[in-house]
C-alpha cells in the first residue's frame, strides 16, 4: 500500500509533463465538443427522416392491409420523435475557462505552469460532466434508431402484408 505524499512534501510538476497533459486535455476537450456537435447532426437527420416517412403515412393509409403494423409504426414515430427531442435537448456544456474569471490581475500575474495546473483542475471537472453529457445523448440517439427502424418495419409491413 502507498501512502499519499503529503502536500508540504510533493513534488512541483514537471513542466514539460504538465505541458504535454494542458495540450492533451485541450485535445480531448475538442473531441468531446464535436462528437456532441455529430451527436446533435445525427438526431435532426433521423428525426427529419422520421417525419418524413410519417409525413406520408397519410397519403398511404387508404392502402394499408395490417391495421395493427400502421398503429404500432405510428406509435414508434412517437417514441423517435420523444428520443430525438430529449437526445437533442440543450444542455449546458462545461466549459472553461470563464474569461471574465481569468481576465483578472490575480490570474494575468501567475507563472505559465501554474496556470496550467489550475487549468487542468478545471478541463477534469469539464470532461467528467460533459462525458456524461456526450454519454446521455447517445444513449437518447440509440433509442430513435431503434424507434425509426420499427416504425420504417411497421409501415412497410403495413402496406405489404
Avoid at 512541483?12 to 486535455?25: I, R, V
Avoid at 423517435?80 to 474569461?99: E, K, M, Q
Avoid at 495546473?117 to 430513435?144: C, E, Q, V
Amino acid at each position: 500500500m502507498s501512502k499519499k505524499e503529503p502536500a508540504a512534501e510533493q513534488k512541483p510538476p514537471n513542466p514539460e509533463t504538465l505541458k504535454l497533459a494542458f495540450e492533451e486535455s485541450k485535445a480531448i476537450t475538442l473531441r468531446l465538443e464535436d462528437a456532441i456537435g455529430e451527436i446533435d447532426r445525427k438526431i435532426v437527420i433521423l428525426f427529419t427522416l422520421s417525419a418524413a416517412i410519417a409525413g406520408l403515412a397519410p397519403a398511404l393509409s387508404g392502402t394499408a392491409i395490417n391495421v395493427w403494423a400502421w398503429r404500432i409504426g405510428g406509435l414508434a414515430w412517437g417514441m423517435g420523435a420523444i428520443a430525438c427531442l430529449l437526445g437533442y435537448w440543450p444542455r449546458n456544456l462545461s466549459v472553461s475557462p470563464n474569461p471574465n474569471r481569468i481576465y483578472r490581475p490575480r490570474w494575468l500575474a501567475i507563472e505559465t505552469d501554474e496556470y496550467r495546473l489550475k487549468r487542468l483542475g478545471t478541463m477534469r471537472h469539464d470532461y467528467s460532466k460533459n462525458k456524461s453529457f456526450l454519454d446521455a445523448k447517445a444513449r437518447w440517439l440509440r433509442w430513435a434508431m431503434v424507434a425509426v427502424a420499427l416504425e420504417i418495419a411497421m409501415f412497410v409491413a403495413a402496406l405489404t402484408f
